[in-house]
Nanobody, 124 residues
Framework: QVQLVESGGGLVQAGGSLRLSCAAS????????MGWFRQAPGKERDVVAV????????YYADSVKGRFVISRNNAKNTVYLQMNSLKPEDTAVYSC?????????????????WGQGTQVTVSS
């Protein structure tokens, strides 16, 4: 069993930056692909970014490409999401998730473990 805990959310003005962290425990972190998802009220949960087990491959949703960067530090059992040039449309609850099989999983249903989420609010 893997436990995931997100942190770093908050309120930020449009154009600002936030760095989210997801700390993992209870498993061998380097064996899991890690993803960030977000969900706004009344909207479905969408993938934001994914990073492979070693960090050698990444995926970004078109809406965040060029603005967000996903990274991981396997020695610290932590995955990060650096969010730059934030827009009001980025407002959502951001959750991290772990997948023990796939290289760059983009489907909600592919993931085995989920964190509780952290709120990101971007004001205009």
């Amino acid at each position: 069993q893997v436990q995931l805990v997100e942190s770093g959310g908050g309120l930020v003005q449009a154009g600002g930056s936030l760095r989210l962290s997801c700390a993992a425990s209870g498993g061998t972190f380097r064996r899991y692909a890690m993803g960030w998802f977000r969900q706004a009220p009344g909207k479905e949960r969408d993938v934001v970014a994914v990073i492979s087990q070693s960090g050698g491959s990444t995926y970004y949703a078109d809406s965040v490409k060029g603005r967000f960067v996903i990274s991981r530090n396997n020695a610290k059992n932590t995955v990060y999401l650096q969010m730059n040039s934030l827009k009001p449309e980025d407002t959502a609850v951001y959750s991290c998730a772990a997948d023990r099989e796939n290289l760059l999983p983009t489907s909600y249903y592919s993931y085995d473990y989920w964190g509780q989420g952290t709120q990101v609010t971007v004001s205009s």
